[in-house]
Every structure is written in C-alpha cells, then in structure tokens.
C-alpha cells in the first residue's frame, strides 16, 4: 500500500486536528474531530508496531510458561503451561496474534494467582519474573501521547 | 436542534405552569463528561409582566456511555451542595419519563463564562494560580468530606454502606464492570484486585459524601484562579472519603505530564490542604490502598467506553480516544502503585 498507511494516517490526524476542527462548529463537532485526530495518531504509532509487540510478546510468555511448568506442582496448571509454551503462531495476522495473546495473558494471570499462593524461592522468582514481564508489557503498549 | 429546543420549551412549561411563551434557544451541544449528552440552552418565558431568561444545561442519558450511573444520585448531588461551601449550579427539574425528549434527564444551572479543560490549565491564563488553584481544589474536596450527609439529605438519597463495608462495595461494583466489559484480559489489575482484596484497608470512622469523579476536568475555573463550580456528580455516592482524595492524586490526572497532581501542586502539599480542610487524617496505608483501587476503577471506566464504542453502542469518539489513550497508563499508574514500575 502506497502511500504507506504511517504517512496516510498522519497527514489525514493533522487535516483533522489543525485544519478541519478549528473550523467546525458547534463545539461538540470540533471537539469529537479533535479527539478523531489524536486517535488516529496513536492508530499510527500502533500499526507500525503491531506484529513485532505481539509476536515479541507472545514469544516472552511462551518461554516463562516453559519454565515455569517445571515448576508448578498442580497437575492442572502445569499441563496448561506446557501446551502453551508448545504452541507456535499460526498466523501473523493481527486479529490471529491477538488471540493467542489474549489465550496467552489469560493463563499469565491464573499463574500469577497461583503463584502469590505460594512462599517457596522458585515462586518468589517466578513472582518477580512476572512482574518485569507486566512492566515491559505497559513499555510495548506505550503511546507518545500517553499522559503517564 | 429546533427540534430539540422545542421540545425542552415544552417540557419547560410543563413544569413552570404559571409561566406563558416559554421558549428555549441558543441549543448547544457540549462535551460535559462521557455519560450523558449535555447541551447548553437558553430558556425565556414570561410570567405576568415580567420577563427572564436563564441559560440553562441539559444532561440526558445516552444508549451508552462511559458510567452507567444513576441520574438521580446526580441530581440529589446538586441538590444537597446548592448553596454551600461546595459551589455547584443549582439542579432544577429532573425527569425521569423518556416522552419529553425520549430518554431520562436533568436541567440545571449553566454557570457560563468559566474554563473546565485540564489542558488550558496548564497554560497562560491560568498556569500562574497553580498556588490558588490547588488550595481551592482541595480545600473544596474538604468541605466534601466534612460534609454530613445525613444533614445534606442524602443518606436517604444514595444507597447506605456500613463503614466497614466501604472498600468492598467499591471494589467489587467495578471488578464486576471489568468482568463483563473486558475486551482482553488485563494481568496487571487483576493483581491489583487481589493484593486489595487479600489487604483490606481500615474503615472510615464515619459515612460520608464521595464525589466519585473529583479531578482537574471536573471543576470550572476561572481567570483568577478560583474555582466556581464542582460538576459531575455523576458517580457521587457514600463511602470513605479517602476514596476521593486518591482519585484526585491518581497519576493519570498528571496533565503536565510531571509529577504535579491534577497537573497543579505536589501530592504532598495536595494532601496537607485536604487533611487542613476536612479535618480529617490521610492515613498513608488506608490512603495507599484508595490509590491503588483508584486504577481498579479508572481501567474499569476505561475498559467499558471501549466496550461501548466496540459494540457500537454508543459511537462518540471520546469513548475510543479515552479507552485507548488511559488505558495503559491507568496500567502502569497500578505497577507504580504497587511499586512495580521501577
């Protein structure tokens, strides 16, 4: 696609923020034109993203599932653990990745459960593990326009 | 918005039954919060010789929006502050009966000529009453808290809670807005939500009135640096007043993108003038514990905008902006809390 959709949804947000709003009336319409805008610039900064946060992110938790199934002593969980780090993408579609790490996060929060349960060094260590993942994960999801 | 404008002058005489030639103009759409549609108007009628004009708000419920709330928690909000130390518009007629303008609403007092943008308060005029804007804006959420509400009226307005009680009403009203409004899973607040459940803060020594939604963008302001109007009442309810005080701290309100609170002064001196108002002592774990609740409730309102505006309920871009723009910084305002992000 050509121009490339970076550029497409840049120049459109600028239309949008600094030429169209300001004369939109009334200030309903210019405000929600204005918001249009800012949209579409974090759009942006996510399309470029996309695939790499995602298959990156997916790769992560795949790996700390791996570890830590030789860890977790519930039979249940850990057979869990153990498919999901077996499972290998699919599909570099976004929709695709979204779902696995939808799949993904969610067993990363039933093992982060299971693991505040317990007080022995291999969970305090996979506690810790999962904290820096979840910091990272806000790093990854990140927008310049972010107020914090 | 004739239309509109004439069913309002409808209602209006409606309601003023000794008033003739009601009319309604100047119908204006406004952003005022993402739960209901509100729109300035102006209202002219005449009664015996004597004419007036008031401008007036409208706040209606939309199909959908950020916080479905209860309009009349809202109007009896209003009602109780009207007039005190806590200046609010004064809420005239609430109606509950979807014929007049085919959904539930409000009308009230349009205070006019006021700023409420949490950008513009970072620039000229205002950026130099930072000093004055800060002490009026925690002064003001004193008097909230210092409030009585069963004088104010309210205790049988809004729905009672025992003190001890407090925190898990809270807690487990927007959990639940997570669970049925979640578009992905969310790790970082479901540890929030169990480290808050496992350590439960200690309870308020009394009930009292919790504005729910008490930040920069919420209140009016003026060229001098006073504050002329609290609004958005929205989620007003009876709690911990705690739960107030660290909503108006919380890290996604930092509109310079610093550490100023509310993009005005520092936490500390935030909560030195609110303890100095209300009377009242911060306890650092019990206020320690609002905070972190505070993204509990800030992701779950951001969360369920963006299920609305997903499900096409309710297609006003601020619902998408908001959910995708706080998100993850309500996020990573958990991990700070929790002391995560470093």
């Known amino acids: 696609m050509k121009p490339d959709a970076p550029k497409l949804l840049e120049i459109i947000a600028g239309k949008l923020l600094f030429e169209i709003a300001p004369s939109v009336q009334p200030s309903y319409r210019q405000s929600s034109v204005a918001l249009t805008g800012m949209l579409l610039t974090m759009v942006k900064e996510e399309w470029e993203r996309a695939v790499a946060r995602r298959v990156e992110e997916n790769e992560i938790l795949r790996a700390l599932f791996g570890r830590a199934a030789g860890q977790v002593g519930d039979a249940g969980l850990r057979g869990r653990l153990e498919a999901a780090a077996r499972e290998k993408e699919a599909s570099l579609l976004v929709s695709r990745l979204d779902a696995s790490n939808d799949s993904l996060r969610a067993l990363l929060i039933d093992l982060h459960a299971h693991v505040e349960t317990h007080d022995a060094p291999w969970a305090r260590a996979l506690d810790d593990e999962i904290w820096r993942e979840l910091r990272a994960s806000t790093e990854r999801r990140r927008f310049s326009l972010s107020p914090f | ?342």
């Open chain 2, 1 to 342: 918005m004739q239309e509109l404008a004439d069913r309002i002058a409808a209602y209006a005489a409606h309601r003023m039954p000794s008033a003739s030639d009601v009319s309604a103009s100047h119908v204006d759409r406004i952003h005022g919060g993402a739960s209901r549609e509100t729109y300035r108007f102006r209202l002219r009628w005449r009664e015996g010789a004597r004419e007036t004009e008031r401008r007036l708000i409208l706040r209606r419920d939309p199909p959908g929006s950020l916080i479905e709330t209860d309009r009349a928690a809202e109007f009896a909000a209003y009602q109780a502050f009207h007039p005190t130390a806590v200046p609010v518009p004064e809420a005239l007629w609430l109606e509950s009966d979807s014929r007049w303008l085919d959904h539930p609403f409000f009308v009230m007092e349009e205070l006019a000529g006021f700023e409420a943008s949490p950008q513009a308060i970072l620039s000229a005029p205002y950026a130099q009453h930072h000093e004055r804007l800060a002490r009026e804006k925690w002064t003001i959420l004193g008097a909230i808290a210092s409030a009585d509400p069963e004088k104010l009226g309210l205790t049988d307005k809004l729905p009672k809670v025992e003190p001890k009680d407090a925190w898990r009403r809270e807690l487990e009203h927007w959990t639940k807005v997570i669970d049925e409004d979640s578009l992905a899973p969310q790790p970082i607040i479901r540890a929030a939500i169990r480290k808050l459940r496992r350590e439960p803060p200690p309870p308020p020594r009394r009930i009292h009135v919790v504005h729910g939604d008490y930040r920069t963008g919420n209140f009016l302001y003026d060229a001098e640096g006073a504050i002329r109007g609290i609004l958005d009442w929205e989620m007003a309810h009876l709690g911990d007043p705690l739960e107030d005080l660290a909503w108006s701290i919380n890290r996604v309100w930092c509109w310079g993108r610093d550490e100023r609170v509310g993009g005005l002064t520092s936490k500390e001196n935030a909560i030195r003038i609110w303890e100095q108002a209300s009377g009242l002592r911060a306890d650092p774990a019990a206020l320690h514990w609002w905070e972190l609740f505070s993204s509990v409730k800030g992701l779950a309102i951001w969360i369920s905008g963006g299920h609305e505006y997903q499900e096409g309920t309710n297609k006003d871009p601020v619902l998408a902006f908001s959910s995708v723009w706080l998100s993850n910084a309500q996020d990573r305002a958990a991990l700070e809390t929790m002391g995560k992000l470093v």
